[in-house]
């Protein structure tokens, strides 16, 4: 970002508490634009507490949810060196401000765990929440509004996850990285302190949900079963990854086709397998089934009525 032109100076003095950045212990992924086209966004009015922070990590839809990662540690956050042209004369002009590069270290993650920051890598539209040491919450804040704060824009492809296998002398690790946009100002970096929020994001509460798969058959117009297992190390040992415990009220039922929620009669549980029984569908029909208890989620499952 070159200088800009004019403006009137600033004065230079400086509060009595300044809110200083630190690098981040853990962090939040979460999309830019929520599942409406609207911004994400955190609100001044907006209490962040423990059912302020629940409700983003059980939001129904993956573009409105928050995604929390790590702790980290060995964490690097770098500033690269400012672009200039060099001219003739021995004289520079600034062309382009360093970009924030964030290195950290996830310690005693497994290999499968990058498949799900994977996940994350192409999508153009993602931004970044920081907490630090002190429980701060690191977010954006434009000039123009400053009723609001928004994640911090993430370079679109900078995102990496590389494994380091354990060994003799180290623990198994992945890192990961990613570069802030080259739009970021650092400047407008806003540090919410630990004193403004009643939450604790470095807590082991605040954690990313297990995504589950449902494994549905026996399907008629009023019943269908589903098998619901882990989606995380190996699908293959089904006996450890089945999913036990969930109840009628942990799922929600819905008729795709016809746009309306679907009360369920009954649900039954036998070692994992759940039987659904809900009033008649047409044939032809596609339900949607979601379910969530405990940092387990179950996303979209789709079911046809024979």
Not at 3 to 9: I, L, R
Not at 51 to 62: A, H, I, M, S, Y
Not at 149 to 158: H, N, Y
């Amino acid at each position: 970002m070159s200088c800009c032109s004019g403006g009137n100076f600033k004065n230079t003095g400086t509060p009595a508490n300044q809110k200083v950045l630190k690098d981040f212990k853990k962090l939040t992924l979460l999309g830019l634009f929520k599942a409406d086209g609207s911004r994400a966004s955190v609100s001044n009015t907006d209490t962040i507490d423990a059912t302020f922070v629940n409700g983003k990590l059980q939001e129904p839809d993956r573009l409105d949810r928050w995604y929390p990662v790590g702790e980290f540690t060995n964490v690097e956050m770098t500033v690269a060196d400012t672009t200039f042209e060099d001219k003739s004369d021995g004289t520079r002009s600034k062309l382009l401000t360093g970009i924030v590069t964030f290195t950290g270290q996830l310690e005693g993650y497994s290999n499968k765990y990058i498949e799900k920051l994977n996940s994350f890598a192409c999508n153009s539209e993602l931004g970044v929440l920081g907490h630090t040491s002190c429980n701060d919450l690191v977010a954006y804040l434009e000039k123009g509004d400053d009723t609001k704060i928004f994640p911090i824009p993430i370079s679109p492809q900078s995102m990496d996850s590389t494994l380091m296998f354990q060994a003799d002398a180290q623990t198994g690790k992945i890192m990961f990285s990613f570069q802030f946009s080259r739009l970021v100002k650092l400047e407008d970096i806003y540090v919410l302190p630990n004193s403004a929020l009643d939450y604790n994001f470095l807590s082991k509460a605040y954690k990313g949900n297990l995504d589950l798969i449902a494994n549905s058959g026996n399907i008629t117009d009023t019943s269908f079963q589903s098998l619901l297992i882990i989606d995380f190390d190996s699908r293959f040992e089904l006996a450890t990854n089945k999913v036990e415990g969930f109840t009628l009220a942990d799922f929600d039922l819905f008729n795709v086709t016809t746009g309306l929620p679907i009360a369920i009669t009954s649900v039954t549980e036998t070692a994992g397998i759940y039987d659904f029984v809900f009033p008649a569908q047409t044939s032809g029909n596609v339900l949607r089934l979601r379910a969530y208890k405990n940092f387990k989620q179950l996303d979209d499952t789709l079911i046809n009525i024979p």
